[in-house]
């Protein structure tokens, strides 16, 4: 570390330490021949293992930024590679990250009036640095990379994860950026990042500082603004928060630009929404009127009433049966639902609609939440009624939702988002003894898979108290015994056998070093093997589920070997390195 008080290049004074990070620390220095401050970025070399790695991306990223000229960009002045350390002199920043300003408010969301500000600027600082002649993704926007100095303005800071955009590319190389705020086709197999995956991670950092609610913790979903906040509910901001954070990026806005122009009108959007919301109200106060004729003769005004929910509660769920389309059907399932949280009807019907073809789908998953996550005012969400007035209904439903994320969703993080709704159902009175053993086992595994993040294999598992051995066994315990008596559905136990060969061909070289035994993993293919014989195909989906299962079952088999593969000296043979682990890209292909 630097000395405080010592004099770096014959001209910048050490003055204090001011921030900390994994790899380097950031002091306050003065230049005393022009007396203005700087701010110093230290890299120790020997804290690095691999620091010619980490130099050539310091040295990437403070050439990009030379090449910058903007306000709201910090400025690369010098540049000291010395023997012991390398030295970035930038702009000294003066104020607080806006992670910072979150962490003060203690959850409670920041005013709209600063966060569109801010917002604005982002935009505009975003919209300069894909406007260059090499346009630049910035790729990590979240609160922690924005400073806002004491006149408001702010700073966009860290371009560690900054690309270059390619036109010829079809993906990325890398899958950088943060969870929650970062977009999907980050996570790889979906193209390549661009300007639009900027305008994502915006929105989700919008979405962070207007709610409160980190999109980067537990439940990882962002909501509705309305459903959150209910004041939102309808809004400009909520619905300009809700198109950046699109998962199809031909959903979201497609410039900088474009969303701009949205920020400046969400005035007018309120008004329009204002207006609208008064016109329902309006119709409801008519409709209530006419409903109090309907009853008023009944000799009991509560049964009256209750009938006429139910007739219109079942009105709701055949109009959605009989729907032109997708979107009106939910809909309708969704006003079912609003209108009686504690029938499960709607809540199983809108489920049955989306998991019908066997895939969950991002904007599918939109539907549901937002179904299920109604609210009228006060924070208690229709699901949160479902549990209190029919929780056998509840768990049932919870246990169906977090099967269809498990085996049907297709976004990265199907196993986190499975594992959230298990939880929900672990200690149910309300489910057989196989459904929570399924629960308990799919939750762990969900959790375990949510941690070893999208490439799998780099969890650390002893600094949560658990080990791949604990992995294997929970591996080996959902696939046990006869799977279509289990789960009562081929696609299903289908899926679980595709989960445990794929995780064996991901992880042999950690189960082995758990101490699982090359013949424990040959049983365990065998098994899966002998299982397939044993689910007949219900449809062409189950026979190409089969049929990726069996060609990933050749591949783990080749990885277990030559992992366990030992040197033979007398003949000559070299043992053979495991293959690298798979992309997400590779990954999917692999899983059909």
């Given at each position: 570390?630097?000395?405080?008080?010592?004099?770096?290049?014959?001209?910048?004074?050490?003055?204090?330490?001011?921030?900390?990070?994994?790899?380097?620390?950031?002091?306050?220095?003065?230049?005393?021949?022009?007396?203005?401050?700087?701010?110093?970025?230290?890299?120790?070399?020997?804290?690095?293992?691999?620091?010619?790695?980490?130099?050539?991306?310091?040295?990437?990223?403070?050439?990009?930024?030379?090449?910058?000229?903007?306000?709201?960009?910090?400025?690369?002045?010098?540049?000291?590679?010395?023997?012991?350390?390398?030295?970035?002199?930038?702009?000294?920043?003066?104020?607080?990250?806006?992670?910072?300003?979150?962490?003060?408010?203690?959850?409670?969301?920041?005013?709209?009036?600063?966060?569109?500000?801010?917002?604005?600027?982002?935009?505009?600082?975003?919209?300069?640095?894909?406007?260059r002649e090499r346009p630049i993704?910035?790729?990590?926007?979240?609160?922690?990379?924005?400073?806002?100095?004491?006149?408001?303005?702010?700073?966009?800071?860290?371009?560690?994860?900054?690309?270059?955009?390619?036109?010829?590319?079809?993906?990325?190389?890398?899958?950088?950026?943060?969870?929650?705020?970062?977009?999907?086709?980050?996570?790889?197999?979906?193209?390549?990042?661009?300007?639009?995956?900027?305008?994502?991670?915006?929105?989700?950092?919008?979405?962070?500082?207007?709610?409160?609610?980190?999109?980067?913790?537990?439940?990882?979903?962002?909501?509705?603004?309305?459903?959150?906040?209910?004041?939102?509910?309808?809004?400009?901001?909520?619905?300009?928060?809700?198109?950046?954070?699109?998962?199809?990026?031909?959903?979201?806005?497609?410039?900088?630009?474009?969303?701009?122009?949205?920020?400046?009108?969400?005035?007018?959007?309120?008004?329009?929404?204002?207006?609208?919301?008064?016109?329902?109200?309006?119709?409801?106060?008519?409709?209530?009127?006419?409903?109090?004729?309907?009853?008023?003769?009944?000799?009991?005004?509560?049964?009256?009433?209750?009938?006429?929910?139910?007739?219109?509660?079942?009105?709701?769920?055949?109009?959605?049966?009989?729907?032109?389309?997708?979107?009106?059907?939910?809909?309708?399932?969704?006003?079912?639902?609003?209108?009686?949280?504690?029938?499960?009807?709607?809540?199983?019907?809108?489920?049955?609609?989306?998991?019908?073809?066997?895939?969950?789908?991002?904007?599918?998953?939109?539907h549901l939440t937002a179904a299920?996550?109604?609210?009228?005012?006060?924070?208690?969400?229709?699901?949160?009624?479902?549990?209190?007035?029919?929780?056998?209904?509840?768990?049932?439903?919870?246990?169906?939702?977090?099967?269809?994320?498990?085996?049907?969703?297709?976004?990265?993080?199907?196993?986190?988002?499975?594992?959230?709704?298990?939880?929900?159902?672990?200690?149910?009175?309300?489910?057989?003894?196989?459904?929570?053993?399924?629960?308990?086992?799919?939750?762990?595994?969900?959790?375990?898979?949510?941690?070893?993040?999208?490439?799998?294999?780099?969890?650390?598992?002893?600094?949560?108290?658990?080990?791949?051995?604990?992995?294997?066994?929970?591996?080996?315990?959902?696939?046990?015994?006869?799977?279509?008596?289990?789960?009562?559905?081929?696609?299903?136990?289908?899926?679980?056998?595709?989960?445990?060969?794929?995780?064996?061909?991901?992880?042999?070289?950690?189960?082995?070093?758990?101490?699982?035994?090359?013949?424990?993993?040959?049983?365990?293919?065998?098994?899966?093997?002998?299982?397939?014989?044993?689910?007949?195909?219900?449809?062409?989906?189950?026979?190409?589920?089969?049929?990726?299962?069996?060609?990933?079952?050749?591949?783990?088999?080749?990885?277990?070997?030559?992992?366990?593969?030992?040197?033979?000296?007398?003949?000559?043979?070299?043992?053979?390195?495991?293959?690298?682990?798979?992309?997400?890209?590779?990954?999917?292909?692999?899983?059909?």
């Amino acid at each position: 570390m630097l000395e405080i008080g010592s004099l770096v290049d014959g001209k910048y004074r050490i003055l204090s330490v001011v921030g900390r990070g994994g790899m380097s620390v950031v002091y306050l220095a003065i230049n005393e021949r022009a007396n203005k401050t700087w701010a110093i970025k230290e890299v120790r070399k020997d804290g690095i293992s691999d620091f010619e790695v980490v130099k050539q991306g310091l040295v990437v990223e403070t050439e990009m930024l030379k090449s910058f000229d903007h306000p709201h960009l910090p400025s690369i002045v010098d540049v000291l590679d010395s023997e012991d350390s390398f030295l970035i002199v930038m702009d000294f920043i003066e104020g607080q990250s806006l992670q910072k300003v979150l962490e003060k408010n203690e959850g409670r969301p920041v005013e709209k009036e600063r966060v569109l500000e801010w917002a604005k600027q982002l935009c505009d600082v975003l919209g300069y640095l894909h406007s260059r002649e090499r346009p630049i993704i910035y790729r990590d926007m979240k609160p922690a990379n924005v400073m806002l100095q004491p006149d408001e303005s702010i700073m966009l800071i860290d371009f560690g994860t900054a690309r270059e955009f390619k036109s010829r590319s079809v993906a990325d190389t890398t899958c950088l950026g943060t969870r929650g705020y970062a977009a999907p086709e980050q996570y790889g197999g979906m193209g390549q990042t661009d300007a639009r995956t900027d305008i994502y991670c915006l929105g989700a950092t919008l979405y962070h500082l207007l709610t409160g609610q980190s999109p980067a913790e537990y439940p990882y979903v962002m909501y509705p603004l309305g459903k959150v906040i209910p004041e939102y509910a309808g809004s400009g901001l909520e619905k300009v928060v809700q198109k950046c954070t699109q998962p199809n990026p031909d959903d979201r806005y497609q410039s900088c630009a474009e969303l701009l122009y949205a920020l400046d009108h969400v005035d007018e959007e309120d008004d329009r929404a204002r207006a609208a919301q008064n016109k329902k109200w309006r119709r409801f106060v008519a409709a209530c009127a006419v409903c109090a004729v309907g009853v008023a003769g009944m000799i009991g005004c509560r049964l009256g009433w209750n009938e006429q929910i139910r007739q219109s509660y079942d009105a709701f769920v055949a109009n959605a049966q009989n729907a032109p389309d997708v979107n009106t059907a939910v809909e309708y399932y969704t006003d079912a639902i609003a209108m009686d949280p504690a029938r499960a009807d709607a809540y199983n019907e809108l489920i049955a609609m989306m998991d019908r073809d066997y895939k969950l789908a991002g904007d599918e998953v939109q539907h549901l939440t937002a179904a299920f996550m109604h609210t009228e005012g006060g924070s208690r969400t229709s699901i949160d009624t479902l549990r209190e007035q029919n929780p056998e209904a509840h768990d049932t439903l919870a246990y169906r939702l977090a099967s269809d994320y498990y085996f049907f969703y297709t976004g990265t993080d199907r196993r986190s988002k499975a594992a959230s709704w298990y939880a929900k159902v672990l200690e149910s009175a309300h489910l057989t003894q196989q459904q929570r053993q399924i629960a308990t086992s799919l939750h762990k595994i969900g959790n375990y898979y949510d941690s070893l993040g999208a490439g799998g294999g780099k969890y650390d598992f002893a600094a949560q108290g658990s080990t791949y051995l604990d992995y294997w066994k929970d591996l080996v315990e959902v696939t046990d015994g006869d799977l279509m008596e289990r789960t009562g559905h081929a696609y299903i136990a289908l899926g679980l056998y595709k989960d445990l060969v794929y995780e064996i061909y991901n992880c042999t070289p950690k189960f082995k070093q758990a101490g699982v035994e090359q013949s424990e993993m040959t049983a365990q293919l065998d098994k899966v093997r002998q299982g397939l014989q044993a689910i007949p195909p219900a449809d062409d989906e189950d026979r190409q589920q089969v049929a990726a299962i069996e060609k990933m079952l050749t591949q783990a088999e080749s990885m277990v070997n030559s992992t366990f593969m030992t040197v033979d000296a007398t003949a000559g043979q070299t043992q053979t390195s495991p293959q690298d682990e798979p992309s997400d890209q590779q990954q999917q292909e692999t899983e059909g």
